[in-house]
Nanobody, 115 residues
């Protein structure tokens, strides 16, 4: 059974930084195409960053240059470093495969960017 556990969210001022973590069990991130998704209140869930099994990365235009996805194979953990945060980055952040597996969704971690 796959379990994804996100952590690292919190309240941060505009311009601040956070690093999110996604720890996985029952799935090897090193051989899967993984992504970070987010869902803001009243909006659909969107894909913001991906990393292929080979290490290639892609980003949504809205976060390009500010967010960095990375992976630690030894810890089977995927990270999302978020810099220069904006109020519009406020959302619940999730990790999942790309494309998603519906039964892989975790609880997510709340990120709130506000002064």
């Amino acid at each position: 059974q796959v379990q994804l556990v996100e952590s690292g969210g919190g309240l941060v001022q505009p311009g601040g930084s956070l690093r999110l973590s996604c720890a996985g069990s029952g799935i090897l991130f090193s051989i899967n195409h993984m992504g970070w998704y987010r869902q803001a209140p009243g909006k659909q869930r969107e894909l913001v960053a991906t990393m292929s099994s080979g290490g290639s990365t892609n980003y949504a235009d809205s976060v390009k240059g500010r967010f960095t996805i990375s992976r630690d194979n030894a810890k089977n953990t995927v990270y999302l470093q978020m810099n220069s945060l904006k109020p519009e980055d406020t959302a619940v952040y999730y990790c999942n495969r790309v494309p998603v597996r519906v039964n892989y969704w975790g609880q997510g971690t709340q990120v709130t960017v506000s002064s």
